[in-house]
């Protein structure tokens, strides 16, 4: 019998969850994301990069699934800053409710990077300290992400904006940030 593979998610603790970042998930790995206490993945990818594949098998896991179609690595149009918001503000919810998030688009760089980057800054991180958890949560996304990506969150997604319900997390949990 085959053993299933189990890949290491590398948590970092944010809130009352924790996030870990990374590429396209093979789908016979689900089984260890729950193992590892993963309770949502946020899918970046489009339809036609096997989405919808992930999406089935996530839940199969008995995991929440979030989709952000993304079709490559420009930063998204300023018409998709409603979904984003609603994106991060689902993401804030879940990781204020303990929830463990693994976030990836297909290599788990540039997507992954400046939505990562994105959502921290929305999240109430200034951003020297998303910079720093972008880069502890996987060091070549960090590196990879692009200073354009990291500008486009910046502009799009500012710290002072975060009066959201991610900015009320944060400060009421003192802003932790660390290794699970």
Not at 160 to 168: F, L, N, R
Request: contains cysteine; aromatic residues 4%.
């Amino acid at each position: 019998m085959k053993q299933r593979k189990t890949v290491e998610l590398g948590w970092r603790a944010l809130a009352n969850g924790a996030l870990a970042v990374g590429g396209r998930p093979k789908l016979k790995t689900m089984a260890s994301f729950h193992q590892q206490g993963c309770t949502h993945v946020v899918t970046l990818l489009c339809a036609h990069e096997g989405a919808d594949q992930i999406g089935a098998a996530v839940r199969k896991a008995g995991l929440r699934w979030l989709h952000l179609p993304l079709p490559n690595a420009q930063a998204p149009e300023p018409e998709r800053n409603e979904d984003l918001i609603a994106l991060f503000d689902a993401m804030c919810l879940a990781v204020r409710d303990g929830g463990r998030l693994y976030i990836h688009c297909s290599a788990g760089i540039h997507r992954t990077g400046m939505i990562t980057y994105a959502f921290l800054l929305h999240a109430g991180l200034s951003p020297v300290a998303a910079q720093q958890m972008l880069v502890a949560l996987r060091q070549v996304t960090g590196e990879g992400v692009g200073l354009e990506r990291m500008a486009w969150a910046e502009r799009n997604f500012p710290t002072a904006q975060g009066q959201t319900c991610a900015a009320k997390v944060m400060a009421d949990l003192g802003g932790r940030v660390a290794e699970v």
